[in-house]
């Protein structure tokens, strides 16, 4: 039997989890905290639950459950994001990955190994989640990413050689300028939140970056770029893969059939909703 002062495992996760009343994940949040701070797997906290905590670990574990209850995402504090089965590096100023994101990998793997597909170019890249997966999943592909933002340059750099892409470039620019050459898939996850979408996340202190949520009064700012502009980039069996809002899907549909795409698919996330439209130019 522990002593009164003495706290267990399973009594701090019960006692943190409690304190994360806005998370949709409370019980997860207070194990990757847990396990952040004692440097331990889920596997390994979860086999220990009986055991003493150390008071210090327990009072920095606070800390941490304190720094998630005021809306930081769990990715901030512990410093890394699983996505597609590996370890991304991310900090503020940078998207952390979603799951939703997933689809987009295995729909642009699919069309890869579909149409032979080989120069990949991932626009607004944040951490590189999206660029380096398919570099490290078909290691055949030449792939290179950009992103307007410095931190993502930064956290790309750190994910690139954390994982191992030694020969996926980054370029630091605005959408495609200064971008050129003949590529066969252009996969992006740009900004696409609308105006007021992104003011309502900022008022209620979202501490993810405005500039990659923000994608103008309708959210399809960029988008509207990008499809114009992908034609002049990709070969002429190339495709662009958008991930987006499901209620933009319509109008993104028009803008590429417009701009020269066919083919143009929908594709559902977790949730089933409209995530990722693609549309190749034959
Ligand atoms: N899917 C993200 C969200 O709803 C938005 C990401 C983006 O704008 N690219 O939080």
Same mark, same amino acid.
């Given at each position: 039997?522990?002593?009164?002062?003495?706290?267990?495992?399973?009594?701090?996760?019960?006692?943190?989890?409690?304190?994360?009343?806005?998370?949709?994940?409370?019980?997860?949040?207070?194990?990757?905290?847990?396990?952040?701070?004692?440097?331990?797997?889920?596997?390994?906290?979860?086999?220990?639950?009986?055991?003493?905590?150390?008071?210090?670990?327990?009072?920095?574990?606070?800390?941490?459950?304190?720094?998630?209850?005021?809306?930081?995402?769990?990715?901030?504090?512990?410093?890394?994001?699983?996505?597609?089965?590996?370890?991304?590096?991310?900090?503020?100023?940078?998207?952390?990955?979603?799951?939703?994101?997933?689809?987009?990998?295995?729909?642009?793997?699919?069309?890869?190994?579909?149409?032979?597909?080989?120069?990949?170019?991932?626009?607004?890249?944040?951490?590189?989640?999206?660029?380096?997966?398919?570099?490290?999943?078909?290691?055949?592909?030449?792939?290179?990413?950009?992103?307007?933002?410095?931190?993502?340059?930064?956290?790309?750099?750190?994910?690139?050689?954390?994982?191992?892409?030694?020969?996926?470039?980054?370029?630091?620019?605005?959408?495609?300028? %200064?971008?050129?050459?003949? @590529? /066969? &898939? #252009?996969? =992006?996850?740009?900004?696409?939140?609308?105006?007021?979408? +992104?003011? !309502?996340?900022?008022?209620?202190?979202?501490?993810?970056?405005?500039?990659?949520?923000? %994608?103008?009064?309708?959210? @399809? /700012? &960029? #988008?509207? =770029?990008?499809?114009?502009?992908?034609?002049?980039?990709? +070969?002429? !069996?190339?495709?662009?893969?958008?991930?987006?809002?499901?209620?933009?899907?319509?109008?993104?549909?028009?803008?590429?059939?417009?701009?020269?795409?066919?083919?143009?698919?929908?594709?559902?996330?977790?949730?089933?909703? !409209?995530?990722?439209?693609?549309?190749?130019?034959?």
């Amino acid at each position: 039997m522990t002593a009164l002062h003495e706290i267990s495992i399973r009594e701090a996760l019960i006692r943190g989890s409690r304190l994360l009343t806005d998370s949709e994940s409370p019980w997860l949040d207070a194990c990757l905290l847990l396990g952040k701070e004692l440097g331990w797997s889920r596997e390994k906290l979860l086999a220990s639950y009986p055991d003493v905590l150390d008071q210090k670990v327990y009072a920095d574990y606070m800390e941490l459950i304190e720094k998630r209850s005021q809306g930081y995402p769990v990715a901030y504090i512990t410093g890394n994001k699983e996505f597609f089965g590996r370890d991304f590096h991310v900090r503020e100023g940078i998207l952390c990955p979603r799951p939703d994101t997933e689809i987009l990998i295995e729909e642009a793997l699919k069309h890869i190994e579909k149409r032979r597909y080989r120069r990949v170019h991932d626009l607004c890249t944040g951490s590189g989640c999206i660029g380096l997966t398919l570099a490290l999943e078909n290691p055949e592909l030449s792939v290179s990413v950009s992103d307007i933002s410095p931190v993502s340059r930064d956290v790309f750099e750190i994910n690139r050689k954390n994982l191992g892409a030694d020969t996926v470039p980054f370029t630091l620019t605005s959408l495609f300028e %200064g971008l050129s050459g003949s @590529l /066969d &898939l #252009i996969v =992006t996850n740009p900004p696409y939140l609308t105006t007021s979408e +992104t003011e !309502e996340r900022m008022d209620s202190s979202w501490k993810e970056p405005e500039l990659a949520l923000d %994608g103008g009064n309708d959210g @399809l /700012d &960029l #988008i509207r =770029t990008i499809i114009r502009e992908a034609p002049a980039l990709l +070969t002429i !069996e190339g495709m662009l893969m958008i991930e987006a809002d499901p209620r933009q899907m319509e109008a993104m549909a028009s803008l590429m059939e417009a701009a020269g795409f066919c083919r143009i698919e929908r594709v559902r996330d977790l949730a089933g909703d !409209e995530r990722v439209i693609l549309g190749s130019l034959s």
